[in-house]
């Protein structure tokens, strides 16, 4: 999870993901799309045209509304998009 800070208040882990491109830009977003509907977990996605804010929030399950475990393996799996759209 290299990359992400964790915030307090409120709870929530942020990066910012720099591209070379619009384009590569837009590849990484329409990844992302598709693997946020395949998991049904939709972080919150600020873009403009090189670069791409991702916040993700605690799940609306999670009743201490803490980061979890699951929240940082979300994180993982972005990261990981965002290595397989760099090659």
Excluded at 69 to 80: L, Q, R, V, W
Aim: charged residues 40%.
């Amino acid at each position: 999870m290299e990359g992400w800070r964790q915030k307090k208040r409120p709870e929530c882990l942020e990066k910012r993901f720099e591209f070379q491109s619009y384009e590569k830009n837009r590849d990484f977003l329409d990844a992302l799309g598709e693997y946020c509907e395949k998991v049904n977990r939709f972080p919150d996605i600020s873009f403009g045209k090189t670069y791409a804010n991702i916040t993700i929030r605690p799940e609306e399950n999670n009743v201490k509304e803490e980061i979890s475990k699951d929240d940082h393996d979300f994180a993982s799996e972005i990261d990981f998009l965002n290595k397989q759209e760099e090659n």
